[in-house]
């Protein structure tokens, strides 16, 4: 119920779309756990990819004119343990996915169990209203909604890189 509460108060925060987690000053000391990619838009997925990275990559592929884009995944180093085994996170950033061909900052950041979520340019300035996309309510609408596969609000297990090598 309490958690329930403090979501819902986090959800509220996001209509008004600040980012909530904090722009992460130090990415060049953590440690690159995962590099993935957004196909570019005329990409025809094959039709085994999971229902949840079609919806993903349709949410992100417009990113970078459609040309597609190196998506890399970062993690502070006192937080690899925790994301090894896909939480729960103790406070602070846990982990920051940076469309690298356009330089945008995904964040998420723990704080009392509960995910918080930031989209920022690689300056710091806080782009969460600059397209639909990015605002945070529909961060939580994607790592909330898919419970299965989304553990203490982060998502990446299996790669859209590997569907492309199989
Ligand atoms: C439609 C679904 C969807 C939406 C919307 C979405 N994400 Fe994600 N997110 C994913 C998936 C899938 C991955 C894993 C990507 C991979 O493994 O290549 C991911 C990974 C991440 C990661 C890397 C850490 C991890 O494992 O979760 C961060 C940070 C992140 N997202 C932040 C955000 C933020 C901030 C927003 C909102 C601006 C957002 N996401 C919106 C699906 C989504």
Same mark, same amino acid.
């Given at each position: 119920?309490?958690?329930?509460?403090?979501?819902i108060f986090f959800l509220?925060?996001?209509l008004f779309a600040e980012s909530l987690a904090s722009f992460p000053k130090n990415i060049d000391k953590?440690?690159?756990?995962?590099?993935?990619?957004?196909?570019?838009?005329?990409?025809?997925l094959p039709k085994e990819t999971?229902?949840? =990275?079609?919806? &993903?990559?349709?949410? $992100?592929?417009?990113?970078?004119?459609?040309?597609?884009?190196?998506? #890399? +995944?970062?993690?502070?180093?006192?937080?690899?343990e925790e994301y090894a085994q896909h939480g729960p996170y103790s406070d602070g950033i846990t982990a920051v996915a940076i469309y690298e061909d356009q330089d945008i900052v995904f964040v998420t950041e723990h704080l009392s169990?509960?995910? =918080?979520?930031? &989209?920022?340019?690689? $300056?710091?300035?806080?782009?969460?209203?600059?397209?639909?996309?990015? #605002? +945070?309510?529909v961060c939580y609408e994607c790592h909330r909604g898919y419970r299965d596969i989304c553990k203490y609000g982060t998502c990446a297990n299996s790669s859209i890189i590997n569907i492309f090598n199989k």
């Open positions: 119920m309490i958690k329930s509460l403090f979501f509220f925060l996001g953590m440690v690159l756990v995962k590099e993935s990619i957004i196909p570019a838009k005329d990409v025809v999971p229902l949840f =990275l079609q919806e &993903t990559v349709a949410m $992100y592929n417009w990113i970078n004119n459609g040309k597609g884009t190196k998506l #890399n +995944i970062f993690v502070p180093p006192e937080k690899i169990g509960e995910p =918080l979520y930031g &989209t920022y340019d690689r $300056y710091g300035n806080d782009i969460s209203n600059a397209h639909p996309s990015f #605002n +945070i309510k």
